[in-house]
């Protein structure tokens, strides 16, 4: 028999939780053991894994091994000594636990976790009657279910909380015994099964599974953000080498656009190169520069319908040969010099003269 229990004079199972505790257990609200807040059996295992509730109840069940006991309140550190005493209680750290605190006192009920293996999801009918703030002036209260294979009595006063297992004759003289030992004020409330159907289910809490929960909802928000990292990476991949692509294009024309002016400048250069102002030029130029070759003077350069005439004085210096280079031929001699001039000036002193 594990510490924390005792045999009484009537062979009755009692137990009891010890040390010093301080309140984490409250009654659950109806809202949150309520079945409208419970995953449906039509969701997936994974879906009511990750997000159902911690504590979905099933059916009613009295563990074989349940303890009960009474410790003082201490804000804000309930939970961890709640956890602490039942488990010394039951000496085990795998534990399941429910407790409620009203004014400075904590009233908590516990079993073994292995105890519970064959009853998932359960609950116990006792632990929707540890005393609330109203309940603590009815107190104390003697709660008996009697059922087909067994007989349990919870006994819950202001400075205690046992629980008792046995036959049903034992249980009922144990309650009647216990409340003449607590006065007058005693009473025996019996809990059949209508009464069971009434109330709220208070569904265990085990540390460990909400370790485990915690687990597996990390694991899944990690799936979940590493996928979300792929997907976003591919994004940026995907959106990159559509830029790529459109700048690559953009390049490729940019590049025919500066090959097609490129084309068109050559172009314009040859066309400039075989105009006919270019060869006037050229031979103005060619004509000028042998004038100046032999000390002479430009007189008259003209253009007409694409004909050219001009007209020039050099020294007398100057021989033949040279004016010929020059396509010029004598006209006359005078004082400034040699008067020379091509063949289209020759003609259009000639038909001066004839007009």
């Known amino acids: 028999m594990s510490e924390g229990q005792k045999t009484d004079d009537a062979g009755l199972t009692t137990g009891s939780g010890k040390g010093f505790l301080s309140s984490v257990f409250r009654r659950l ?3 949150d053991a309520a079945p409208s807040n419970i995953v449906s ?9 990750l997000t159902g509730s911690l504590s979905d109840v099933g059916e009613f069940y009295f563990p074989g091994d349940l303890i009960g006991g009474i410790c003082p309140r201490i804000v804000g550190s ?14 085990s750290e795998r534990v399941h636990v429910v407790w409620q605190s009203a004014g400075n006192r904590i009233w908590y009920l516990a079993t073994r976790s292995a105890d519970l ?16 703030e109203k309940d603590l002036e009815d107190l104390p209260i003697c709660y008996t279910y009697f059922g087909e294979e067994t007989a349990v009595l919870m006994v819950v006063a202001a400075e205690e909380l046992h629980v008792f297992r046995g036959t049903a004759a034992v249980v009922r003289a144990k309650a ?10 005693a009473k025996i409330v019996n809990i059949d099964l209508f009464r069971i159907g009434q109330m709220t289910p208070v569904p265990w809490y085990s540390a460990s ?6 687990r597996r909802v990390l694991a899944a928000v990690s799936v979940l953000v590493s996928l979300a990292i792929v997907g976003f990476s591919f994004l940026v991949w995907l959106m990159a080498s559509m830029a790529m692509i459109s700048a690559r294009h953009d390049l490729d024309a940019a590049v025919a656009n500066t090959r097609a ?11 400039l190169r075989a105009s006919p102002i270019r060869a006037q030029i050229e031979k103005f130029l060619d004509v000028n520069d042998g004038l100046l070759s032999l000390n002479g003077f430009l007189n008259v350069y003209e253009i007409e319908k694409n004909k050219t005439r001009w007209r020039a004085t050099v020294p007398p210096s100057a021989t033949a040969d040279r004016i010929t280079a020059l396509g010029g031929k004598n006209i006359e001699t005078t004082d400034q010099g040699v008067i020379i001039g091509n063949d289209a000036e020759i003609e259009y002193e000639a038909s001066k003269v004839r007009k």
């Open 261 to 271: 002016k490129s084309m068109q400048l050559v172009n314009i250069a040859e066309n």
């Open 209 to 214: 599974l909400f370790e485990d929960r915690a």
């Open 176 to 185: 009647e015994r216990t409340t003449r030992e607590l006065g007058e004020k």
């Open 29 to 31: 609200s109806a809202e």
């Open 78 to 91: 309930e939970e961890d000594i709640v956890w602490n005493a039942a488990a010394e209680a039951c000496d």
């Open 117 to 132: 293996a064959s009853q998932a999801n359960s609950w116990c009918p006792l632990a929707a009657l540890l005393p609330t």
């Open 41 to 49: 059996d039509s969701s997936s295992t994974l879906l009511r894994a």
